[in-house]
């Protein structure tokens, strides 16, 4: 066994796992403070199938952290069908890259975090240019890739001033690399995170704002580079956030668009919004540095639909109507007017695969929901129609059954058991405080738990078993806004599936190797186990090691 483990670490390593969070200061009473994350003009957009356009400065960020995704070819025709003509991309990923050749989509793609070291020379840097984006804008049709976003908020704090040093090279090397090929529209941009800047406790408005201390000569150096290259400053901020992190002392009618009877008064300006009042800091920071008119893009900005007491459907679908009515008002901010705002909401799609260390509601960001239908209608051409959201076409699902508890159970203990190892493989989030499933009673909860695993490992008859606790019914079991899922069509993965624990089970609770309780709990639910994607992970591992010397 221990010779297991140490395999099973040496696999860890190899494949770099990591998550990145902790606890996250927000000043909860200072609009204009940081909401911390969780994250060139190309031609004319073609026309899309749908006839719909999104409202210009609109668009989206596609998350790919899933272990179900829809087909990409699918994704591709839902930006289309949605009018979204604006993609940014957390990675250069070669699959949807080529679905995009031809379309017209503006994309912004990503230098990741753990590659900004390797980028401290031009040289290295040229030849991330060329494997990464020459192959596409050389295709038929090309891509149109209008930024390059060199890290993601590589200078949050809770790094520690890890990439501090690496950052600003990589982003000198890339820009200069662009321009060496003569791919001067590209422009490099950082995705920062709103907390590199604030006003001060004494005086908390926009025109106050200044940099955080410790990073405050790196961001002069910074913005100066972006003036040099006329390439856009791009900042992440989350109203949600800030009523998240605000434990109930940030005043809930900021995070939305509604207007307040009590606005924040700036020198004559009025702030009715916490985007706007984040916004104007940031612009009041440039402005104070000689760069009034640099470009500023909104990197991420959303409302999450599941996993927290203000993260649900109604709440998302309010953010985001006002939200798109600001933009479409083509109103700019107080401090500046005539701008044209341009904010990329994240996210697409939810991504079940994602760390859930900052909240369970990481998971849940989407505006269409793991199989592509969207949450709610959303008018995203701001043009106050009977437009909305168009879901994905022909997407298949597996057979409408669903995992449930056997209604002749009594061993409770074996219950909770089984269903906190449900839920340290597949994704329960929903059964937190506040989330779409709190209200189910404990069978309902297991049930939903044991479904989720049932699902996750693609309906195999294994893992529908739990110690003869689970039953297959073809009854959907939702009720409410408590949906039980059915999971997409894929073809399996080379592996046979991790057994739910039964009687040919090697682990789990009644399994002859003991694990350590999870800390998912059936009622409180407060968080669920980060440990569903490694342990996922590496089972795919194995299976494709089996299957590979079978």
Known sequence: ??????????????????????????????????????????????????????????????????????????????????????????????????????????????????????????????????????????????????????????????????????????????????????????????????DVYDSPDDNPVPSAGVWRDDIADLMDQIVAFYHNNSAPFTVNIYPFLSLYYGKGKFPVDYAFFDGNSNPLMDKGAAYTNVLDANYDTLASVLDNAGYKDMPIIVGEIGWPTDGDSNANVTLAQKFYKGLVKHLAAKKGTPLRPNDQMNVYLFSLIDEEGKSILPGD???????????????????????????????????????????????????????????????????????????????LDDLGQASYAFNSYFQNFNQQNASCHFDGLATLTTKDPSTGSCKFNVQLALPPPPMAPAPAPGPDSADGPSGSHSKSPSDHGTKSGSVQSALMPIVTLVSLFFGLLAFLCA
């Not at 994250?39 to 719909?52: E, F, I, M, V």
């Not at 950052?167 to 090397?173: G, H, I, S, Y």
Request: hydrophobic residues 40%; proline residues 3%; glycine residues 8%.
């Open 1 to 194: 066994m221990e010779d297991v483990k140490v395999l099973v670490n040496i696999i860890l390593l190899i494949l770099g796992l990591s998550v990145s969070c902790g606890a996250r200061d927000v000043a909860a009473g200072n609009l204009t403070a940081a909401a911390p994350a969780a994250a060139a003009a190309g031609p004319a957009a073609s026309t899309d199938s749908s006839g719909l356009s999104a409202v210009a400065g609109l668009g989206v960020n596609w998350g790919t952290v899933t272990f179900h995704p829809l087909p990409t070819k699918t994704m591709v025709q839902l930006l289309k069908d949605n009018g979204i003509k604006k993609l940014k991309l957390f990675d250069v990923d070669h699959e949807i890259l080529t679905a995009l050749a031809g379309t017209d989509i503006e994309v912004m793609v990503t230098l990741t975090n753990g590659q900004l070291a390797e980028m401290g020379s031009l040289d290295s840097a040229k030849e991330w240019v060329k494997v990464n984006l020459t192959r596409y804008l050389d295709l038929k049709g090309g891509v149109n890739i209008a930024y390059v976003a060199v890290g993601n908020e590589p200078f949050l704090k809770d790094y520690n001033g890890t990439f501090d040093n690496v950052t600003f090279p990589a982003l000198k090397n890339i820009q200069n690399a662009l321009n060496a090929a003569n791919y001067n529209h590209i422009k490099a941009t950082i995705p920062i995170n709103a």
């Open 361 to 439: 509601f990481e998971r849940h960001w989407g505006i269409f929901s793991y199989d592509g239908q969207p949450k709610f209608d959303l008018d995203i051409t701001g043009k106050g129609g009977q437009n909305t959201l168009v879901g994905a076409k022909d997407v298949k699902y597996l057979a409408k059954q669903w995992c449930v508890v056997n209604p002749s159970v009594t061993n409770k203990t074996a219950l909770v058991e089984n269903t906190d190892y449900a839920c340290q493989n597949a994704d329960c989030t929903a059964l937190g405080n506040g989330s779409s499933c709190i209200s």
